[in-house]
């Protein structure tokens, strides 16, 4: 789980390696939305879960 953490905490865009803004949280889903501030990539993760949705397409 710590891992996890580290990984969601440290993650950049592959294209401009910017890091990640969370721009959405979702207290009831327990899922985080983080994207790059240039919207080239988004991920969600589920905690809960211990997994993560990768997406070229910001929504
Ligand atoms: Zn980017």
């Keep these: ?3 996890f953490w580290n990984f969601l ?3 950049r865009c592959p ?3 910017k890091l990640l803004a ?3 949280s979702n207290a009831i889903h327990g899922t985080i939305i983080k994207a790059c501030p ?3 990539y ?3 993760f589920h905690p809960a879960l211990e997994t ?3 997406s070229d397409q910001v929504s």
């Design 1 to 3: 789980m710590m891992k």
């Design 9 to 11: 905490f440290s993650e």
């Design 15 to 17: 294209k401009c390696k």
């Design 22 to 24: 969370t721009t959405k």
């Design 38 to 40: 240039n919207h080239h």
């Design 42 to 44: 988004q991920k969600e």
């Design 52 to 54: 993560f949705i990768e």
